[in-house]
Nanobody, 127 residues
Framework: QVQLAESGGGLVQAGDSLRLSCVVS????????MGWFRQAPGKERAFVAH????????HYADSVKDRFTISRDNAKNTVYLQMGNLRPEDTAVYYC????????????????????WGQGTQVTVSS
């Protein structure tokens, strides 16, 4: 059974930075696409960022482009989300997810493209 564990969330002020980590307990991590999503209170889960299996391709939601960076270390079974210039509207629970094979890149912003999810980590940005 695949397990994903996010960490790194917290309470920060607007303009601060945070780095989220997600450790994945599966030998298939190195061949899997990964994604980050977030869910604010009363809202649906929303796409944040995606990275392909070897890190050569990434894409982002428009709302975080140029502020967030997704990366991965396959030797550590870990995917990261570096978040900069945080805004109050970034407040949410952040989830990492492992792609559902065969992964369809054109659907990488859809939660349905991901098979396994972590429990989430809370990020709160105060103004």
């Amino acid at each position: 059974q695949v397990q994903l564990a996010e960490s790194g969330g917290g309470l920060v002020q607007a303009g601060d930075s945070l780095r989220l980590s997600c450790v994945v307990s599966t030998h298939t991590f190195g061949g899997s696409a990964m994604g980050w999503f977030r869910q604010a209170p009363g809202k649906e889960r929303a796409f944040v960022a995606h990275i392909n299996w070897n890190g050569s391709y990434t894409h982002y939601a428009d709302s975080v482009k140029d502020r967030f960076t997704i990366s991965r270390d396959n030797a550590k079974n870990t995917v990261y989300l570096q978040m900069g210039n945080l805004r109050p509207e970034d407040t949410a629970v952040y989830y990492c997810a492992q792609g559902r094979p065969p992964f369809v890149r054109s659907r990488s912003s859809s939660p349905a493209a991901y098979a396994d999810w972590g429990q989430g980590t809370q990020v709160t940005v105060s103004s």
